[in-house]
């Protein structure tokens, strides 16, 4: 009914995969079945929950401090000092740097056309327009300089620092940054549209902000990385993460108001059916995907598709938990009446 091709969900309860499937297909030529453990999709800017774990892994080796100065990590270039508190690791990874972000230039035709992370940055550096902490604005460039700060910190490309401390340990072996290697090519996903009642393949873009819009990985890859998030830093044994440095992945560091949900390191909360969700969806290039969380009940889900429909992934999200996590309907209160003093308090930015 959506005209979407082929998608691969994993549901995970703490440490264990309870189910991964696929349906219909990666590529309408060759109908190849979607493979929940071997299909890989571009999952978009999921990928900025892998610069934010990262990120909060280099803290814990003593390379970054997430509260201080970020350009004591740049090179080649540094952030103006246009406000009085300086751009922090933590405010990048929660969208709250008080940078403005610009969507142009920040794709390329061919995979030999994307610049270094460092030179992208120097040249679309853009101006600091409200203190830090102030403002939720959703930075692709602001979470690919903190990506950046992680690499010139550990002195390793931020896709070499990922594979050797999230997705090897975790044996996410078959999830890539940018491109993936030529043994793994028969296994993409293509992309459509649906247009003029046939599905149309949609030209598969690079992204310069790679490390926050670009990750190759399969739905299985992706239930290991759901578990260490759900088990508090650990995964068969191997530790990644402490629990304290889990927990402040998880925890809401910006919101416009207390009763508001608002954004952790790399997440974003909201509150469907009573519960507190941890999310991130990813799109582009024809591809949908998102990661959710839900954090006190220790069960999370990934899915991915090759359908630009962007309304399956809320739909999906309710079914699943009107189906195991249904609201609990309470009684409705009366409306009240405020007077303007009162009413001020509700008055600002959302």
Same mark, same amino acid.
């Given at each position: 009914?959506?005209?979407?091709?082929?998608?691969?969900?994993?549901?995970?309860?703490?440490?264990?995969?309870?189910?991964?499937?696929?349906?219909?297909?990666?590529?309408?030529?060759?109908?190849?079945?979607?493979?929940?453990?071997?299909?890989?999709?571009? /999952?978009? !800017?999921?990928?900025?929950?892998?610069? #934010?774990?990262? &990120? @909060?892994?280099? $803290?814990?080796?003593?390379?970054? =401090?997430?509260?201080?100065?970020?350009?004591?990590?740049?090179?080649?270039?540094?952030?103006?000092?246009?406000?009085?508190?300086?751009?922090?690791?933590?405010?990048?990874?929660?969208?709250?740097?008080?940078?403005?972000?610009?969507?142009?230039?920040?794709?390329?035709?061919?995979?030999?056309?994307?610049?270094?992370?460092?030179?992208?940055?120097?040249?679309?550096?853009?101006?600091?327009?409200?203190?830090?902490?102030?403002?939720? /604005?959703? !930075?692709?460039?602001?979470?690919?300089? #903190?990506?950046? &700060? @992680?690499?010139? $910190?550990?002195?390793?490309?931020? =896709?070499?620092?990922?594979?050797?401390?999230?997705?090897?340990?975790?044996?996410?072996?078959?999830?890539?940054?940018?491109?993936?290697?030529?043994?793994?090519?028969?296994?993409?996903?293509?992309?459509?549209?649906?247009?003029?009642?046939?599905?149309?393949?949609?030209?598969?873009?690079?992204?310069?902000?790679?490390?926050?819009?670009?990750?190759?990985?399969?739905?299985?890859?992706?239930?290991?990385?759901?578990?260490?998030?759900?088990?508090?830093?650990?995964?068969?044994?191997?530790?990644?993460?402490?629990?304290?440095?889990?927990?402040?992945?998880?925890?809401?560091?910006?919101?416009?108001?207390?009763?508001?949900?608002?954004?952790?390191?790399?997440?974003?909360?909201?509150?469907?059916?009573?519960?507190?969700?941890?999310?991130?969806?990813?799109?582009?290039?024809?591809?949908?995907?998102?990661?959710?969380?839900?954090?006190?009940?220790?069960?999370?889900?990934?899915?991915?598709?090759?359908?630009?429909?962007?309304?399956?992934?809320?739909?999906?999200?309710?079914?699943?938990?009107?189906?195991?996590?249904?609201?609990?309907?309470?009684?409705?209160?009366?409306?009240?009446?405020?007077?303007?003093?009162?009413?001020?308090?509700?008055?600002?930015?959302?």
């Amino acid at each position: 009914a959506r005209h979407v091709p082929g998608l691969a969900v994993t549901v995970v309860q703490r440490d264990r995969q309870l189910t991964g499937k696929g349906y219909g297909v990666a590529d309408t030529e060759t109908m190849r079945p979607v493979d929940p453990g071997a299909t890989l999709f571009d /999952v978009q !800017s999921v990928a900025k929950l892998v610069v #934010a774990t990262s &990120a @909060v892994i280099a $803290a814990e080796k003593g390379s970054v =401090d997430l509260d201080a100065d970020v350009n004591q990590y740049l090179e080649g270039f540094e952030l103006p000092s246009t406000h009085e508190d300086p751009i922090t690791l933590a405010a990048l990874l929660t969208h709250t740097s008080g940078l403005e972000d610009r969507g142009t230039g920040i794709t390329s035709q061919a995979l030999a056309e994307v610049p270094a992370i460092g030179s992208f940055l120097m040249r679309t550096l853009t101006q600091r327009v409200a203190p830090p902490f102030q403002d939720l /604005v959703y !930075s692709d460039q602001g979470m690919t300089l #903190a990506a950046f &700060a @992680v690499q010139t $910190a550990a002195g390793i490309p931020f =896709d070499e620092y990922a594979r050797l401390n999230v997705f090897e340990p975790l044996g996410m072996n078959d999830t890539h940054y940018l491109d993936v290697p030529e043994e793994l090519k028969q296994h993409q996903a293509r992309s459509y549209s649906f247009e003029d009642g046939q599905l149309v393949p949609i030209q598969h873009h690079y992204w310069n902000i790679w490390p926050s819009s670009s990750l190759w990985t399969t739905a299985k890859d992706m239930s290991r990385f759901v578990s260490l998030h759900l088990s508090g830093g650990s995964l068969d044994g191997v530790r990644l993460l402490s629990k304290d440095a889990t927990e402040r992945l998880h925890t809401r560091h910006f919101s416009y108001h207390p009763e508001m949900a608002g954004v952790c390191l790399g997440f974003f909360e909201r509150v469907e059916n009573g519960h507190r969700l941890l999310i991130h969806s990813g799109g582009g290039s024809g591809f949908l995907s998102e990661m959710m969380l839900l954090p006190e009940e220790g069960v999370g889900y990934f899915l991915a598709y090759n359908g630009y429909d962007g309304s399956l992934i809320s739909a999906f999200r309710s079914a699943f938990l009107d189906r195991f996590y249904p609201a609990q309907h309470e009684t409705l209160i009366n409306t009240v009446n405020l007077d303007a003093a009162e009413l001020d308090a509700y008055e600002g930015w959302y």
